[in-house]
């Protein structure tokens, strides 16, 4: 077939290539919109949900860092399983999981039952990844279903149709959670928690029939194809043993403090010793296996390595210190002496606020990169993020200064989402850049999980006690105010760390290595 001839024959693969795609599209934007709406709707909620279950302010950030850390675990592993039996099933099993999650933080009468929901939730994060593998290949099998010969997939490549998808998709979830963190603030003034806490739950169940009915399968994807060979199944139980007996550990403190008379610190002593001996047998094992679950050799590579620790040390300030500011923006100054005493909708507006100075910061990040240089763009970002949290320290008394220091941090923080990965792909040898993608938003999430279960430490250590506290509803539940302190001067410092780390990075990692000799492998 001559695909030269006929003046309308491009435009034709156009409307073949994104008019079959569209539905699909459509469809998947409205499973990232419930995405945003679940990572922004909590948030305002968090002292409502503290007061609810009666523990401590400080404690909610067991909630984010037991998400976090679950959420480290699936997607690489679901990702693999959609690989083998099919992106749409494994979506429709992980939302069919976050749905029974979202339904059973309704009900959960206490806190450890309510904190299982709270982890099991965070299944909706492997949403993303399914989406865009399902376009690319969906797009790939478009072009050799409708279009044959090679000079189609030149003209219009699956990498450029799934960009274009990723584009939208990420803008339903930024609009997401957006709403969601608006329209919680507003509903929790008006009615009771578990009413408000009932809407994500039917928004998820709603996602689930979306995908059900609007989304169609892998081609070539089969039940049959799943080989339990086909995962690196020590791997994941050795990896899993070393994280959990690690966040074990500092949950042990937590209940415990740090007093060496007490058994259960040496408990947590011994915890962390075993935790960090299955971390060494997990990473010797990932050295020698032929598809590693974690190519574990990446971390050594010296244009890499400095992203990866950037990435880690992002996740402090973006994912660990989210559930600190709710909380602190809620705190009465009248009864402790600090916070700003807002309700849950002026909470929400904070974050609101917060979210479109996110978007803002990726949207300037080609500009800053162009005036400057790719390197010194990440590291302007990372100085931003440092600036926003140090200006806690002196501004913190009024909801105007708290939306400046957030403002500042968003800017820097979506420059940073928006650049780590690109980053990551640029440093990484040709035939690993998804790889190198997917390691950078796990030690991300790692890093923002550790931080989660840290700064819950911070906030419960001296929160007894505090001058101005008093009995009642409110009496003894807010965070230490050293503690917020604390949070505000980590997040401050890693951000330093990681614009010092970024200054090591070789020239190569922020260049172009695309040569029509080696393509790189999409």
Known sequence: MDLRSGAERPHSRRALLFGGLAAVVGFLAFVEFTSGVLQGYYTPLLTDIARHLGIHDADVNWLEGSQLMLSALVVPVLSKLGDLVGHRRVLLWSTAVTFLASVALVVAPVFWLFLIAWALQGFYVVWLPLEIALIYIRTVHQQREGLAGASALAQVGPATVTRRAAAVLVGALELGAIAGALSAGALVDALPLQVVLAVPAVIVGICWVVILLGVEETPGARLENFSRDAFDTRGLVLVTLSLVMLLGALFVVRGTGLDAGHLGFWAAVVMVALGLWWLGVFIRHERVHPDPMIDVRMFADPALWPVFATAGLFGVSVLGAQAPLSTFARTDPSVYGYGLGTTGFQTSLIIGVYLVAMVVGALLLPLVSRLTTPRWALVIACLCVAAGFAMFLPFRHSTDQVMINMVIVGLGSGA?????????????????????????????????????????????????????????????????????????IVCASTALVAAVLLLFVPRRAFSDRVTPEAPVRV
């Open 416 to 488: 940073l989402v928006a650049s780590l990965p690109s980053a990551a792909v640029a440093a990484a040898p040709a035939e690993q850049t998804g790889v190198a993608t997917g390691l950078t938003n796990s030690v991300k999430t790692v890093g923002g999980a550790v931080a989660s279960c840290v700064f819950g430490l911070a906030l419960a250590t001296g929160a007894a006690g505090v001058g101005g506290v008093v009995d009642g509803v409110d009496g003894g539940t807010a965070g230490s105010f050293t503690g917020y302190l604390t949070v505000w």
